[in-house]
RNA sequence: GCGCCCGUAGUGAAAUGGAUAUCACGGGAGCCUCCGAAGCUCUAAGUGCAGGUUCGAUUCCUGCCGGGCGCACCA
């Protein structure tokens, strides 16, 4: 039995003990204890229920207790939690259970079909550091909610419309005749590159043609840039797209004929605050210049996510834009759609540090750090746990230096580790003709303290994940990972797995140990990082 | 000024209101005749300040101090 299988079970058990409903219940969770209990899991719900039910802690940890029965050795522990032990046959059952593709699958997360959009750089320079933040998060969460059963689509915004790109053009027709980007323009040596690298015939090109070459080139870097990365985006969306079946006009009409919309002083504005009362003041659609603005196109990329029958539309966004928040919830409802449907995920900025000054970074100005330098130096794996290992509320400052420097002792190795001394030890195994997979006692295993520990310690990966998505955030992922390799690193240090003279001894712990592995290929996996078989 | 985010050991981080605050790097002391020492064991060091709520606060509330970001008919 799955621990949150083994939940439910038991939360229905007080349900029925205490006659109560589902919300009385709400904060009912089984927990891992501190290392000084001795129990393998724990409920502090008694004590969260004693208001409720007018009754001392403890005296419910007691009657809870008592509706368990007595396989779990439940003991009631002031001032009111239960404790509880998996007996043996339930550990390796639910054990087996982890080998199933399915077994994180959650019932609430059938038929939901998420689009997932991040990073979304603007076409005029290649992908900075701190993008890998943002792709690291959003790449992970992706691959987490579809181990539970949804089913989400990783997509990629390219504002190839607009000044910026006429801009983007006309510097790097600049740099083709040995001139200098105009005023505004960008200054980055990318640019240069990428005129000496321009067909014969690109000087007699118009500025159009210029501009459709340069974004189409930086979007061949972007994606590039985010395989290396191991990001593989189902949809790279452009707004030229939008501006061609003129969705920015439906998404304009639709909001009107809901009555959202007024006229002031020659503009268009959404009642973002006077009637969806979510913003502190209202916003423009179209400007007084008649052009649509850049919320209008975005309303209507929005819709066009929902159109294409998404339950839930998810962006990720740097917490420089936090305060477009409300008044993109507001366009979203202003539209018709559910609220709960539409969620900005923020993370915060990622400075980066040269020695002790900060870069402040600029596409314009040139100076930047890029993505894939770092990506090329320490490899996505150390990148991509780095980013993941923090939650999206920390600021971030990174060292460029420090980082490469430090890419060796990166907590990554310590969990691919894990991954390759096991495959080393079954490659032992099949070396002195020991069956990998041969059947053993399961009654008569005497399984230690740190086996113990091992084998919850796998149960709780379902409790990782959760949390993950509960936070939106990876980085209890790394947690746990980390934590459930020092456990095997400390185990293996004192225990042979391999013991000629111990045949079931030597089965069951190849057992637990394909399981550990597969645990953290699963884990990795999900933070897009690989499990090696050597390193 | 208003809004959002942050302040945990020397450094970087972790902890749905739970029990003795966890981990890594760095510091100190040890461990390779034995399945991979990218490892293990031991050790010193911490919740910005002041109140409040609570049986219980790193977590919630208020104030202060310190830092980041944002407050466009720009995109």
Redesign the pocket.
Known sequence: MKLSTLEADLKSRAKAAFSLDDAALA???L?A?????K?DA????P??A??LLKKA?LKIAEELKAAFGAELDPQA?????V?IKLSNAMLFEALKKLGDPDCFKRPDYAGEKINLEFVSA?PTGPLHLASGRAATMGDSLARIWRALGAEVSEEYYI?D????VVMLGLSLKARLEGKEPPEGGYQGEYLKDMAAAMPKEASGWTDKQFSEYAVAEMLKLHKADMKAFGVNFDRWFR?SELHAANASEKALAALKERGMTYE????VWLGTSSVMESD??D??L????G?P???L?DIAYHQDKFARGFTKVIDIW???????VPRMEAAVEALGMPKAAFKVI?H??V?LLRGEEIIKMSKRAGDFIPLRGLVDDVGPDACRFFFA???P?????FDVELAKK?S????V??V??VH??I???F???REKGVDPAAAFDEGKVVINDQERALMLKLLWLEKALA?SV??N?P??LT?YL??L??LF???????????PDNKETSAY?LFLLKHVQAVIAKGLDLLGVSA????
Do not use: C
């Open positions: 904060a009912f969770a927990s204890p501190p290392p000084h209990i129990a724990s409920i502090a719900w004590i969260s004693a208001k802690p522990v002031a001032p009111g939690f404790n603007n504002n419309a607009g000044r910026q707004e002031k002083e020659g503009a502190d003041k916003r423009v179209v400007k007084s210049d052009k603005s850049y919320f196109n740097g917490a420089d834009h936090h305060g477009h923020i915060q900025q400075f290992s923090r939650g509320n920390t600021h971030l400052n430090q060796n002792e990166n907590p190795y310590y691919q580790y390759a001394r495959a080393s030890i490659d032992n195994a949390d509960r936070d955030s980085h209890h947690t980390t934590e390799a020092a690193h400390s185990f293996y240090d004192q225990h042979k797995v391999l013991d712990r090696p078989q050597r390193m």
